[in-house]
């Protein structure tokens, strides 16, 4: 049973370019949920979707950034326009019902030049 | 402010020594979890605390959770190197969203 997959690992964007990052949750897992850790601090919430649904999304900036899980294939953050700020390490988790063990994927690295 | 606190920041010990972690909030923990993150890489679940009182253990690590379920302390017996990581407290709080503590960095010299 694959665990949490991300991918790319590390994703290189020139500033103003869009990022796109994607999870694929564990095999029976229907809620995914996104953070974000900046170098040296803690891990931050971000968004919790269930398949088709938004169900929380107060950790995200309100601007640039958006998150969709489809009825088919992975979770996607986007990341519009992107500044240096948006540098960081970008984590997916996912659980089988709300509220139970997150499992989490290896994360996303993003370096904005 | 930190809706959980960990202490201490950093932690530096030798190899075969035991130690402790605290993750502390003012309020109510439903559901308090324990997870450990190496150096540039995702997080690996160790333990899920739910009940006042509470008491789990794996391996050399056991974590506890307070009656009153604000306060939750992981205990490592005989550390190791393979011990050394970063350790995260997270909790459901009120019902709400998911939250982290800011982490204790551990290290365990040979």
């Known amino acids: 049973n694959a665990g949490v997959m991300q991918n790319p690992r590390h994703l290189v964007r020139r500033r103003g370019q869009e990022a796109r990052l994607r999870c694929s949750p564990m095999k029976g897992h229907s809620h995914v949920y996104w953070y974000r850790q900046l170098p040296e601090e803690g891990l931050k919430f971000m968004v919790y979707?269930?398949?088709?649904?938004?169900?929380?999304e107060s950790g995200m900036p309100k601007e640039r950034f958006s998150a969709e899980f489809p009825k088919e294939g992975p979770s996607i953050l986007r990341i519009q326009q992107v500044v240096r700020g948006d540098s960081a390490a970008y984590f997916c988790a996912s659980s089988p019902p709300a509220k139970n063990i997150q499992y989490f994927g290896a994360g996303t690295r993003l370096s904005v030049l | 402010s930190q809706e959980l606190e960990q202490s201490p920041q950093s932690l530096i010990v030798q190899e075969g020594k035991n130690l402790t972690i605290n993750c502390t909030s003012s309020?109510?923990?439903?559901?308090l979890y324990w997870y450990k993150q190496k150096y540039g890489e995702g997080l690996i679940f160790l333990m899920m605390?739910?009940?006042?009182?509470e008491e789990k253990s794996h391996e050399k690590i056991t974590a506890k959770l307070d009656e009153k379920k604000q306060q939750s302390s992981l205990h490592i017996t005989a550390s190791q190197p393979s011990h050394a990581g970063i350790y995260l407290c997270?909790?459901?709080?009120?019902?709400?969203?998911?939250?982290f503590g800011p982490g204790t960095r551990l290290s365990v010299l040979p």
């Open positions: 309020k109510t923990l439903y559901g």
């Open positions: 979707l269930q398949k088709e649904n938004i169900i929380d």
């Open positions: 605390l739910q009940k006042g009182g």
């Open positions: 997270g909790a459901d709080i009120n019902g709400q969203n998911f939250v």
